[in-house]
């Protein structure tokens, strides 16, 4: 029914209490058949291979791959691929899942058969002090594009989706280093509705040295490209001048940015980016 994919590089200080989260679930312990955890190694150095085969010793649900390092959207879809469930979770290796999230968000999938995934709210701990969320990462139900195109809202720890729903929008984009969850969320966000339940059902953790989001700067350039191809998608004419207006909105920031950095050349680039969507 749930297969559940963690993509682990380097983590093992973490891992074990990602898995113990996940093992731990009240759905998973009432139906003890009824699940899988695939674990995909991004080609770790650390003793992510120890840690995980002592847990195999004693839980035949678990599944552990290990493949080249080649960037967590490639080793995403190697997660599923190999998966078999009608339900998908991803859960990241330095995020927790409270023990009812699974089963509360099945629940809803299973009341609601129209909804093709659902996203919980979060416990946000940075450096290990439990923070507030700003406002511009609140969260929200219905028709959400507009709320999604200038950041994230997509927290893949939080979500479950229907397979089918992978299907038809396609797996993630292994040309994005970053911000490959801003890109799945907008091709979710032009076809269906997001669904959110506002109880937390996981503890997202941050401020660590290796995550993405701190290894690259400019993210914009990332989401710049993810809405680019958004606009090759079959949008209706109110999507598409949402699209362009957000492409110029973050044109501008870069433009800025690399002008402050002496990089005129970069900031040339994106001008005519932003100018080749100008909104007549």
Same mark, same amino acid.
């Given at each position: 029914?749930?297969?559940?994919?963690?993509?682990?590089?380097?983590?093992?200080?973490?891992? *074990?209490?990602?898995?113990?989260?996940?093992?731990?679930?009240?759905?998973?312990?009432?139906?003890?058949?009824?699940?899988? @955890?695939?674990?995909?190694? %991004?080609?770790?150095?650390?003793?992510?291979?120890?840690?995980?085969?002592?847990?195999? &010793?004693?839980?035949?649900?678990?599944?552990?791959?290990?493949?080249?390092?080649?960037?967590?959207?490639?080793?995403?879809?190697?997660?599923?691929?190999?998966?078999?469930?009608?339900?998908?979770?991803?859960?990241?290796? %330095?995020?927790?899942?409270? &023990?009812?999230?699974?089963?509360?968000?099945?629940?809803?999938? *299973?009341?609601?058969?129209?909804?093709?995934?659902? @996203?919980?709210?979060?416990? $946000?701990?940075?450096?290990?002090?439990?923070?507030?969320?700003?406002?511009?990462?609140? *969260?929200?139900?219905? $028709?959400?594009?507009? *709320?999604?195109?200038?950041?994230?809202?997509?927290?893949?720890?939080s979500a479950v989706f229907r397979r089918s729903l992978f299907e038809e929008v396609g797996w993630f984009?292994?040309?994005?280093?970053?911000?490959?969850?801003?890109?799945l969320g907008l091709r979710i966000a032009v076809r269906y509705p997001y669904h959110f339940i506002s109880?937390?059902?996981?503890?997202?953790?941050?401020?660590?040295?290796?995550?993405?989001?701190?290894?690259?700067?400019?993210?914009?350039?990332?989401?710049?490209?993810? @809405?680019?191809?958004?606009?090759?998608?079959?949008?209706?004419?109110?999507?598409?001048e949402l699209v362009k207006i957000e492409i110029q909105k973050k044109c501008e920031i870069l433009i800025?940015?690399?002008?402050?950095?002496?990089?005129?050349?970069?900031?040339?680039?994106?001008?005519?980016?932003? %100018? &080749?969507?100008?909104?007549?």
């Amino acid at each position: 029914m749930v297969s559940t994919i963690i993509v682990t590089y380097n983590r093992d200080r973490f891992l *074990k209490e990602a898995i113990d989260s996940v093992l731990q679930q009240t759905y998973f312990q009432k139906f003890p058949f009824d699940w899988e @955890l695939i674990i995909v190694d %991004d080609g770790s150095t650390d003793d992510t291979r120890n840690l995980v085969d002592k847990y195999r &010793k004693n839980q035949g649900n678990i599944r552990y791959y290990f493949i080249d390092h080649g960037g967590v959207s490639r080793a995403r879809n190697f997660g599923l691929s190999q998966a078999g469930g009608e339900f998908i979770a991803f859960l990241d290796s %330095d995020d927790l899942w409270l &023990k009812d999230k699974i089963q509360i968000q099945l629940s809803y999938l *299973k009341a609601f058969p129209e909804a093709q995934f659902c @996203l919980t709210e979060e416990i $946000w701990i940075r450096n290990g002090r439990r923070v507030n969320q700003a406002r511009k990462h609140q *969260k929200y139900s219905g $028709w959400v594009l507009n *709320k999604v195109l200038p950041l994230c809202l997509l927290s893949l720890s939080s979500a479950v989706f229907r397979r089918s729903l992978f299907e038809e929008v396609g797996w993630f984009d292994e040309n994005l280093p970053v911000c490959e969850d801003y890109d799945l969320g907008l091709r979710i966000a032009v076809r269906y509705p997001y669904h959110f339940i506002s109880s937390p059902q996981i503890i997202k953790r941050g401020g660590q040295a290796d995550q993405l989001s701190r290894k690259y700067w400019g993210m914009d350039k990332w989401r710049i490209q993810a @809405l680019e191809k958004l606009l090759k998608e079959p949008l209706a004419p109110e999507q598409q001048e949402l699209v362009k207006i957000e492409i110029q909105k973050k044109c501008e920031i870069l433009i800025s940015g690399f002008l402050k950095r002496g990089k005129e050349e970069e900031a040339q680039y994106y001008q005519k980016i932003k %100018d &080749k969507y100008k909104l007549d």
